[in-house]
Every structure is written in structure tokens, then in C-alpha cells.
């Protein structure tokens, strides 16, 4: 059903679509260029046949190994015509910016705060660009791989606690 | 129209004592929370007054937050089980069946019938007790503390059956990849269904106190509006979505489980309005009950896990009895499961709406990443703009029912 809407991605943006298909499980995704995020999104939700008015799910995924190392998940919905696709943007390690879409979305404003607390992408034009969870002083981004599992940075002194009850995972950070 | 220099109305009518004069105010900035009891949990809200209107308020999350992803990433994809309960604390089992189904939808794993009955039935019932709850808690804070206790003796009626399925009040732990971790205890059909009848008898004292209530109508009606657009905008799903007069319900937009095979009806509500959420909530507990009641009808005997030996355990005779289930038991349990590398999308409609996981697997044993789309979020992100030009006293009301729930706001 989706797959109508991928196809009319794919003939309007022939140069920012790279690619298509479908994950396991039958969800339907575009890889998008990160340059054109904005614009195909507004693509998404102003287009009469496709109108994903629906505020996307958005997240991101660090694949450490590879190049480029972020990916940005859209995970969009649309009420009227009852379909959904998901948009996949690289984004690399170097330059981790990308435009926001809260200008096309308002609720996609948490969730670029989440994407930028956690895993350190910043959206350009961002309206509140805070961290969501962690304090400002925090130093680093939880959700990438190479941030320790039991890293911790208390901005009070913490009473000792036996290195026994601590769970599993190297310390650091 | 009017030049700069005509004087308004109100500075042209003659202030004949210093009584009647306009009292000087200014704008206050006020500081709620984190920890403050109609705050539920732990959200701090700075708010701007002028008298006793929110001009601007700014809310400020993360006093609960845990790093669910995070200890996601390290242990099995077993072992997230117990976290997820953790999400949603008042509909557990909820979390447990959309976790469940998106590392199903990665493996291609099929569920036997009776295993979608109990998971059906399971999360109905945990759809009451959330509901039950934000009820119970809306009356509490407009002062009607007997309706607390309603919810709460149904609420709770409805927590022991749970109890005796899976062991746990409060974090009950039901779904399993495959299925779920064990069948009906004996009599435990009649049991709900008595009390089934007891909640219904409380949801209709409620219903009297609360509908029909001069103050519950005046408090709730016309507060904490939001239209139709801003809250597809906002990304609104679930009560408060259908509270605008939008219909749209994952249970009927795309059916998983068995919602395809049973009868009931999507409340929908027009104002957008507090008064419309706790409607709409009236109207679910009576759907969710119906549902609960076609189930037991249409559930037949059978096996409640699926038997793919790479992904569920073995019987326990297997695993006493034979090296290959001992063995099978053992890398489950060590290794965890295998999940074909992919990623995939999978949602349910929660208590709140919409809850999506999103998992990309590498092929590991754990998960390589899994994203939670909680319902609350939404809701909770709108509240500033929700508010803006009311009365702070009517943040109360909205506060609750939007149902914002620390646990899977703040992961």
C-alpha cells in the first residue's frame, strides 16, 4: 500500500531518494540524502495523494562501524489515507547536522531533542535546541556505542555503593 | 477605528474610591514540580502568571529517566522483557505484547491462536486498570476523593486476576517471543468474569458521580482544549487523539492480535476537551469489557507458545530429559536469542495510543538498538501550547488527562 507512496517519492526527488525497499517484516523505506530531509518531508505531508500529517517517530541508530556512522529513523503515519513509510538518512560522524522538521511537524521537537541529547545530531533551525533528558552540564552522548554503559558523571558526590552491586559492563565515562 | 489617543472604556469610566481602582499586577514566574503530588511523577513545569493565566510555560523532563535504551542494548532480547513493564507501569502487559510482537516481526515468527486470546484478553484488561487509574486520579484531584476508591477496588479487583496469572500486581511480566509464559490457571475465566461484573458495577457509580457532576462538567469543560489539526500535528494519538473527533485506533486501522475477529466500536469525541478525554474513557472500559467477554467465548484450547526451537525454550520434559533440549535451553538462556539482522517497526495501541518499537538487530543475540515511541510523549510536548491563555488551576485537570506516565516518557 505504501509502496504507492515510496514510488511518488522516488519520480519527484529521483536525486535525494537513493534507494527503496522493503525491511523484514514488510515495513516500507527510502533512503533520503541528508540535504534534502526538509524538503521531502514537506513533500510528505503537503502532497494531496501521499499527506503524512502525522507527527513521525523520530530516532536515530549509531552503526559505529560504518560510514556514515549516524542514521536518522522517520517513521511516518498518515490518518487520511492510512499508510506508512519509513525514512532512513545517513548522517555522518564529522558534520552531524541536519535540518529540522519541526517547522512541518510541531510534535517533531522532542524527538530532535532526543536525537541530539542522545546521540549528538543537531538539527539546524531548531526552535529549543536543548538536551531532552540529561542535564546541560552532562558531557557526551548516552546512546552512542562508545559511551560506556556504566558511565556516570553525578553533579552531586554519590555515596560509595560496592562495585558488586553495580550491574554488568565496563565503568568509565 | 479607534485613534491611539481615545481613551479606552475602561480608563474613561471614573474610579470614585481607591477600592474600585484596577489591582496592579505583574507577571510571575512559578516553578511546579518535579516532585509535587499533581505533577504524576516527576515533570517540572516552569510557568509564567499574570494573576492567575499562564502566559508561556516551559517544561523541563528527564527526573526519571533510566537509559531504558541503553541496558536495552546490553542485555538479551529476553532479559529487556522485565524493562519494558517499566514503560507503562499501570498497563504492563501492553508493553510486553508490542515489545514482543516487534522481535516477532523480525524473526517472521507466527503465534498460535490461544497465545493471540491471551494476549488480547491480558491487555483488554490492562486497558481497564489504566483507565480505571487516570479516573480515579482526575476525581481525586477535583476533589472527589470516593471516586479514588472506586477506581481503585476495581482497578485492583482487576490487578489480583492478573496476579494470579503471571505472579506479579503490579509489573505483571505475561508475553514471551512465541507466545506467552503460561496458560489460565483453573476457574480463572469464571473468576474475571465475576469480576468483570463488580467493575462494571463501579464504572457505573462512577459514571453517576462523575458525568452528571456540576463541578466535574465546569471544571472540565472547555479546558484544556486542543483541535483536531494540532493534534495530528502534534503527533496525538490514542484517547486523546479520538477526544478531537479524530477516529483513528491501530486495533482498527491496522488490526494485529485478534481484533479483526471481535466486536466493538471507537469512541470519538468533538470538543477536544478534557471533559471528551474522560468520556472517552468511560466509553473504552465498556469496549474493552465487551471484548473480554468475545474472547472467552471464542478462545478454544491449544497450544500458548509457538514451537520454533530457535527462538522459544523447549518443554521443561525436553530439557530434563534430553541432551538436545538441555542444549537448545542453554544457548537460549546464554546466548539469547538469534534474530535475523534487520530492523523493523512494529506498533499497538497502548492505553495511551500508539506504542511503536523500533528494533534494528545485527544478528546477535541482543539488541543492536530499540527505539520506543511512547504515546505520552506527544501529549506531553503539546501541554505548553494546550495551556497557554488558561487558568493555572485548569492545568490540573489537563495534566491528568493526557495521562502523561513518567515511566515511558522518560524511558
Known amino acids: 500500500m505504501s509502496q504507492a507512496a515510496i514510488q511518488r517519492l522516488q519520480e519527484r526527488f529521483p536525486a535525494a531518494v537513493t534507494g527503496a525497499g522493503v525491511s523484514r517484516g514488510g515495513d516500507d523505506v527510502a533512503l533520503v540524502k541528508r540535504e534534502a530531509i526538509g524538503e521531502v518531508c514537506r513533500f510528505l505531508r503537503e502532497d494531496p495523494e501521499l499527506v503524512f500529517d502525522m507527527a513521525p517517530y523520530i530516532t536515530a541508530v549509531d552503526y559505529q562501524a560504518s560510514e556514515p556512522r549516524f542514521e536518522l529513523i522517520y517513521q511516518m503515519y498518515s490518518t487520511k489515507k492510512n ?22 511537524w510541531k510534535g517533531a521537537d522532542w524527538y530532535e531533542r532526543y536525537c541530539w541529547d542522545m546521540y549528538g545530531i543537531r538539527f539546524a533551525g531548531h526552535p529549543d535546541p536543548r538536551r531532552l533528558y540529561m542535564y546541560e552540564e552532562f558531557v557526551g552522548h548516552p546512546l552512542r556505542k562508545d559511551y560506556s554503559l556504566r558511565g556516570r558523571q553525578p553533579l552531586m558526590p554519590e555515596r560509595p555503593v560496592d562495585e558488586r552491586f553495580r550491574g554488568p559492563g565496563p565503568t568509565g565515562g | 477605528m479607534a485613534k491611539d489617543t481615545d481613551p479606552s472604556p475602561l480608563d474613561a469610566a471614573p474610579v470614585e474610591s481607591p477600592l474600585d481602582a484596577p489591582f496592579p499586577s505583574k507577571r510571575m514566574l512559578v516553578n511546579l514540580g518535579p516532585s509535587h503530588p499533581a505533577m504524576h511523577g516527576t515533570v517540572r513545569a516552569v510557568v509564567e502568571l499574570d494573576g492567575e493565566t499562564i502566559h508561556g510555560m516551559k517544561l523541563d523532563i528527564g527526573f526519571l529517566h533510566r537509559g531504558f535504551e541503553k541496558s536495552c542494548e546490553n542485555v538479551t532480547w529476553t532479559q529487556v522483557f522485565p524493562y519494558t513493564d517499566r514503560l507503562n507501569y499501570v498497563s504492563s502487559i501492553l508493553n510486553n505484547v508490542g515489545y514482543a510482537m516487534v ?7 507466527e503465534i498460535p491462536d490461544r497465545a493471540k486470546y491471551l494476549r488480547t484478553i491480558t491487555s483488554e484488561m490492562h486497558r481497564m486498570c489504566d483507565h480505571f487509574t487516570l479516573i480515579g486520579a482526575m476525581g481525586l484531584e477535583l476533589g472527589a476523593m470516593t471516586v479514588l476508591i472506586y477506581a ?11 496476579t494470579e496469572l503471571c505472579g506479579a500486581r503490579l509489573t505483571s511480566n505475561y508475553a514471551r517471543v512465541g507466545g506467552v509464559s503460561r496458560d489460565l490457571p483453573e476457574g480463572w475465566v469464571e473468576k474475571v468474569e465475576r469480576t468483570l461484573d463488580h467493575s462494571v458495577a463501579m464504572r457505573n457509580e462512577i459514571d453517576k458521580l462523575l458525568t452528571r457532576n456540576r463541578i466535574v462538567m465546569d471544571r472540565c469543560r472547555g479546558t484544556g482544549v486542543i483541535s483536531r489539526a494540532d493534534a495530528i500535528d502534534y503527533g496525538f494519538t490514542g484517547p486523546c487523539l479520538r477526544a478531537t473527533g479524530e477516529p483513528y485506533d491501530v486495533r482498527k486501522a491496522s488490526p494485529y492480535l485478534v481484533y479483526d475477529r471481535v466486536e466493538f466500536d471507537i469512541p470519538v469525541g468533538t470538543n477536544g476537551d478534557n471533559f471528551d478525554r474522560y468520556l472517552i474513557r468511560i466509553e473504552e472500559l465498556k469496549q474493552s469489557e465487551r471484548i473480554v467477554r468475545q474472547c472467552f467465548a471464542q478462545m478454544e484450547p491449544g497450544a500458548i507458545t509457538s514451537d520454533d526451537p ?28 538469534l534474530v535475523p539482522p534487520g530492523e523493523a517497526y512494529s506498533y499497538v495501541e497502548a492505553a495511551n495510543g500508539e506504542l511503536g518499537f ?46 502523561m506516565i513518567g515511566g515511558e516518557v522518560e524511558q
Open chain 2, 358 to 403: 523500533y528494533a534494528v538487530s545485527d544478528g546477535g543475540g541482543r539488541p543492536y538498538k530499540l527505539g520506543v515511541r511512547a504515546p505520552g510523549w506527544n501529549m506531553l510536548m503539546a501541554l505548553p501550547q494546550i495551556m497557554e491563555g488558561q487558568m493555572l488551576a485548569d492545568l490540573i485537570p489537563t495534566f491528568d488527562t493526557v495521562n
Open chain 2, 310 to 337: 530457535r527462538f522459544v525454550l523447549p518443554p521443561k520434559p525436553e530439557v530434563y530429559g534430553t541432551i538436545e533440549g538441555a542444549m537448545a535451553h542453554f544457548k537460549i538462556i546464554m546466548e539469547g536469542i
Open chain 2, 103 to 109: 522481535v516477532e516481526k523480525l524473526c517472521g515468527l
Open chain 2, 152 to 162: 481503585m477496588e476495581a482497578r485492583d479487583l482487576l490487578w489480583d486476576r492478573l
Open chain 1, 83 to 104: 499508510h506508512r513509510i519509513r525514512l532512513r538518512v545517513g548522517v555522518p560522524e564529522s558534520d552531524p547536522v541536519v535540518d529540522t522538521v519541526t517547522g512541518i
